[in-house]
């Protein structure tokens, strides 16, 4: 469904991602994770095909077509989301107005009330977005407008970074609720806590390990989460350079 072949990127000329490769299919989770710089998140915007990131050779294909040059809304129109998107004039809109102008879209809310009661987000919509929320709170919210985009692709970038463990719970439900329902999310996270109670379920399908703008592991979590933890990401790097 998603591939991404041999990806070489420049951001404003400089060489961030060389040679990254990946393939996943409807209803996989895969996790990537890797040292802050390494270009994770330079990863999902360019499948996202934000305009600053440059691809200067290899190719994104999205269900067989080649989405390489298209422009962000055309993915979006294919059903690619990335979490923190949001067109910063919807801002001071509170999110029930947000969710009902989104429904003339999307679709019913209702279709997706499983996610909002996962990350109870019924306390905040008569609040202005995003005005006054904890991190875990506006986390909450992002997720729930990304699922309200009703994505085949959901990119997620850090959606657990400084969240509370409660706050981590629902997000674990909330992805296995997601791969559940088909949706190929494609996580960013560095939470051990979440990645293995996610892996004990079975909710992972491939983690990828990322340094240097490099793919240099790419694997079942069991296996990945014990050479992390036996090499680290530089031992696993050296190792893949080696
Ligand atoms: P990660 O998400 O793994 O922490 P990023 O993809 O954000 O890494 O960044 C990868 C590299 O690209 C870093 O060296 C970062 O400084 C650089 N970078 C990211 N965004 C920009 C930008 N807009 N302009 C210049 N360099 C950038
Ligand atoms: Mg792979
Ligand atoms: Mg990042």
């Given amino acids: ?5 041999d990806l070489a990127v420049e951001i404003g000329g400089r060489r961030i991602l060389q040679g990254v490769s990946l393939e996943a299919g409807p209803g996989e989770l895969h996790v990537v994770m890797g040292p802050n710089g390494a270009g994770k998140s330079t990863l999902l915007n360019t499948i996202m095909g934000l305009r600053r990131y440059r691809v200067v050779s290899g190719r994104v294909l999205l269900q067989g077509e080649d989405i390489t040059g298209r422009p962000v809304y055309e993915r979006a129109r294919m059903g690619v989301a990335l979490a923190h998107q949001f067109p910063p004039a919807l801002k001071g809109l509170t999110l029930r107005e ?16 499983w996610a909002a009661e996962i990350l109870d987000v019924e306390k905040f919509m008569d609040r202005p977005l995003f005005a006054g929320m904890s991190g875990g709170e506006r986390k909450r919210v992002e997720l729930y407008l990304t699922v309200l985009q009703r994505p085949r692709v959901a990119l997620l970038d850090e959606p657990d970074s400084g969240v509370d463990i409660e706050t981590l719970e629902r997000i674990e439900e909330l992805l296995v609720g997601l791969r559940e329902r088909g949706v190929l999310v494609l996580l960013v996270s560095h939470t051990m806590y979440m990645l293995e109670k996610l892996a004990d379920r079975g909710a992972i399908d491939r983690v990828h390990v990322m340094v240097a703008g490099r793919l240099v592991a790419s694997g079942p979590p069991g296996e990945v989460f014990r050479e992390l933890r036996r090499a680290g990401f530089q031992g696993i790097a050296r190792a893949h350079a080696g």
Avoid: N, P, T
């Avoid at 469904?1 to 072949?5: A, K, T």
């Fill in 1 to 5: 469904m998603l591939r991404v072949e």
């Fill in 98 to 113: 947000l969710v009902s102008a989104m429904e003339r879209v999307y679709g019913s809310a209702r279709d997706v009330e």
